[in-house]
């Protein structure tokens, strides 16, 4: 590889591949490469305004193993004989460039290794006969950057591969569903589905975080032997690495390059109301006077889907919602915002169809018809990625919905969900669906976050069931989609929102006692209802949500479209369940309310450095070895300690308490850290320890 210096940047170029790394935000560097002529200009995820620190170089007098001493400078490239410091490196020369306490080597074959403090942390994985003799050196002729070209086109499908650190533990990358929250031994669909979101930021237990900063649709595998990242159909590799002492300082130096969230308003804290579905505006606002009268205050309720006449007309049925304005200046006496439900679907019977088709406003499909959705009608989606058809939807939307005083928007769907999730079948305004898929919910978002706030609006927060790297600056709090409601489920949420925290997502909630009920008169649905509702209390957001079965309640009228047809699920506010679960449910939510200054505190600080509200233990305390194995407990803040009940019939748990003083706050009683401690979980107590040496709320 022959190396040369541009701009403070090493580049390196061999056998028609162009490889550029340079500093990116303090102690962070940003890898990119191409088969093209140049590398190509695109930040994707990488937005945020950063500030680079102090730069050094190395020179070549230093013969010890892990690096030259430093001058002051930015990058330096060593000719054949100047630098016998690493054997790995070869004979014929390599680049070195520095950024604070990261340092990036590239050897002659164009391998890459990354050093934290000059100890070595991540190194491409480079398996082909070289004329030395090394592991490295074998004829197994697998390459670090493989690109094969794609026929009929200019992008290739790409694999980067890395060595495998033994004992490392990999947390992060957004929401999977499984039980899994350490992500070593993996394998990862880069990909958007209802109820999985892609986020590829990964944070490390050897003390870096990791960016692959691309939306194309492909594959992650942290294997034991090999990490392998893949991108089906891409034009350029794209990742930034970071390094730091604490999972927090990894998770700052990321939202500082991606973006940080907004302050997250004080008036939407406490509970959001919802369910499948309030199918007028009389049985939203009978909802909102009975939650008045219990003296209980909800902060948001949620109109679900089909209270429009066909999806993608985009506007309140007048037969079942005659005056959506005088329904919404009634909430809002009484403190409560509304949020609606819009899907980027738009049925060919729609009003927006063909003028949205004809002006190229629709995802295009690859081969046969013109179709990407096919639920309760023939639908094709929005292409959000043009800039056109987001202002379309957006000017729609704020004439039949914003301007009646609608305060938000629950942009559902927003993977998008396609009749089938075949990636290559699709393509937008950006290119091939396999090329940037991923990005699109953060690009619907936009159409209204916006818009939202180029008009003006401070407070700007919309619900999203999908996002992708840099989705938090957007005003998302993204929720765990369409899930079944099981115990098995429930753990897998705890999972989820711990590692979407850690991927940089702190407004994350879920539907409360899951998605899909069969029968809400199911004891241990009831059970796991009031499980699910007591660990949502110490999340970012407290929202019920569910399809209640069972479905015999008979539609409105007879029309198969329009706001009447569609069938709705049982009852779903506080006092549905019964007056023994109702007064449980009702003291949790006097708690979240007695907590709301230090959740606002919790909100404030996800502003500034990032840090989310549900933290996994580690997070707190990096020095416990202990913490970085648990799965099942984790801080809210850092000072409440949470033991969410994980099983039917589960009415005692063991608990890890880190060092220091521990109060169990259903007793009071007092246990030192340092220890596993059994507790009582009765069905009417979650268990939960505050550290002593912070305050009470």
């Known amino acids: 590889m022959i190396f040369y210096e541009d701009n403070q940047a090493l580049v390196g170029r061999q056998q028609g591949e162009t490889l550029r790394i340079e500093a990116w935000g303090e102690n962070s560097l940003r890898v990119r490469a191409t088969m093209h002529p140049q590398i190509i200009d695109q930040d994707w995820a990488l937005t945020g305004k950063i500030t680079l620190a102090e730069a050094t170089t190395h020179t070549a007098k230093s013969t010890s193993a892990g690096a030259p001493a430093s001058e002051k400078s930015h990058v330096h490239i060593y000719k054949k004989g100047e630098w016998t410091g690493e054997a790995a490196l070869g004979a014929q020369g390599c680049g070195v460039i520095t950024n604070g306490r990261v340092k990036a080597i590239v050897n002659w074959r164009g391998v890459i290794s990354f050093y934290k403090d000059d100890k070595l942390i991540l190194r491409e994985y480079f398996r082909f006969y070289d004329g030395t003799i090394s592991r490295e050196s074998c004829c197994l002729k697998v390459v670090n950057r493989e690109w094969k070209a794609l026929p009929g086109g200019d992008h290739y499908a790409l694999t980067v591969n890395f060595e495998s650190n033994d004992g490392e533990k990999i947390y992060g990358m957004g929401q999977y569903q499984q039980p899994y929250l350490d992500q070593k031994g993996n394998v990862l669909e880069l990909a958007q589905r209802n109820s999985q979101v892609s986020v590829p930021f990964a944070i490390s237990s050897s003390g870096y975080g990791f960016l692959w900063n691309n939306p194309a649709v492909g594959e992650v595998s942290f294997g034991k032997n090999r990490t392998q990242w893949q991108a089906y159909a891409t034009a350029q590799m794209d990742y930034w690495i970071t390094v730091g002492d604490t999972p927090k300082e990894l998770l700052a130096s990321y939202t500082n390059v991606t973006g940080h969230a907004p302050m997250f308003p004080e008036s939407l804290m406490g509970l959001w109301q919802c369910k499948l579905r309030y199918r007028t505006q009389e049985e939203v606002l009978e909802v909102a006077r009975r939650y008045r009268a219990e003296g209980i205050q909800i902060d948001q309720i949620i109109i679900d889907f089909f209270h429009w006449t066909v999806q993608g007309d ?169 899930i079944p409601s099981t115990f098995e489920a429930l753990k897998d949420q705890l999972q989820a929102g711990l590692n979407m925290g850690l991927a940089g997502i702190p407004w994350w909630t879920t539907d409360i006692g899951g998605f899909m009920t069969n029968d809400v008169n199911d004891p241990d649905f009831k059970q796991l209802l009031i499980r699910w509702y007591q660990f949502a209390v110490y999340t970012a957001v407290l929202r019920l949500h569910g399809d209640r079965g069972p479905y015999d309640i008979p539609p409105l009228d007879e029309r198969d479209w329009g706001g009447g047809y569609l069938h709705t699920g049982q009852p779903n506010e506080l006092w549905s369940y019964g007056e023994e679960n109702y007064q449980i449910m009702r003291r949790y939510y006097d708690i979240r309310i007695s907590m709301h200054d230090y959740i606002r505190d919790l909100y404030w600080e ?20 202990k913490c970085w194995t648990l799965e099942d407990q984790y801080m809210f803040g850092d000072s409440y300690l949470v033991a969410p009940i994980l099983h039917l019939n589960e009415f005692r748990r063991s608990v890890y308490l880190p060092a220091g003083q521990w109060r169990l706050t259903g007793s009071g009683e007092i246990f030192a850290g340092g220890q596993t401690v059994s507790v009582e979980a009765p069905i009417t107590y979650m268990p939960v320890f505050e550290k002593i040496s912070c305050s009470s709320y």
């Open 314 to 482: 985009w506007k309140f049925d007048p037969v079942y919602w005659p005056d959506p304005k005088a329904m919404v200046d009634e909430l809002h006496s009484m403190g409560i915002r509304v949020m609606v439900s819009v899907w980027p679907s738009v049925d060919r019977r729609s009003e927006n169809f063909w003028p949205m088709m004809e002006r190229g406003l629709l995802i295009k499909t690859e081969r046969g018809a013109a179709q990407t959705y096919d639920f309760q009608g023939d639908c094709v989606e929005i292409d959000a990625f043009n800039p056109e058809a987001r202002q379309y939807i957006w000017e729609v939307c704020k004439r039949n919905y914003g301007d009646l005083g609608i305060d938000g928007f629950w942009l559902d769907n927003s993977e998008p969900d396609f009749g089938v999730y075949d990636y290559d079948h699709y393509r937008y305004y950006a290119g091939s669906g396999l090329s940037c898929s991923n990005l699109y919910p953060q690009m619907y978002s936009r159409a209204f976050y916006d818009n939202m706030t180029a008009n003006g609006q401070q407070d700007a927060v919309n619900l999203l069931r999908c996002g992708w790297a840099g989705s938090q600056k957007y005003g998302n709090v993204i929720w765990s989609g369409d």
């Open 606 to 625: 996800a502003h500034e450095n990032g840090s989310p509200l549900m933290r996994t233990m580690f997070y707190e305390f990096p020095e416990d070895a």
